[in-house]
């Protein structure tokens, strides 16, 4: 596992709130499955590999940050 330094990750992005944003919607995506990663998986969380992606220049940030959140709906409903 490599180690992801802030430092790496701001050299793609603006500043470190930027990156909070990016990384978090990111990670957010890798782990209910809508995207996949652009970075191999090597048994990290998805918010490691967003950071991974983000400093390997792998993602636009803006891209990122324009997309619309996708929110997986339940299969079933349920009833109290």
Do not use: H
């Not at 930027?18 to 209910?32: G, Y």
């Not at 992606?53 to 803006?62: H, L, V, W």
């Amino acid at each position: 596992m490599a180690r992801v330094t802030v430092e790496d990750c701001l050299e793609n992005v603006s500043n470190r709130f930027e990156l909070v944003m990016v990384a978090s919607k990111r990670a957010r995506q890798l782990s209910i499955g809508g995207k996949d990663p652009l970075v191999a998986w090597e048994n990290d969380k998805p918010t490691v590999v967003a950071l991974r992606e983000i400093a390997e220049a792998k993602i636009d940030p803006q891209y990122i940050l324009s997309e619309s959140d996708v929110i997986a709906k339940p299969s079933k409903t349920l009833v109290s």
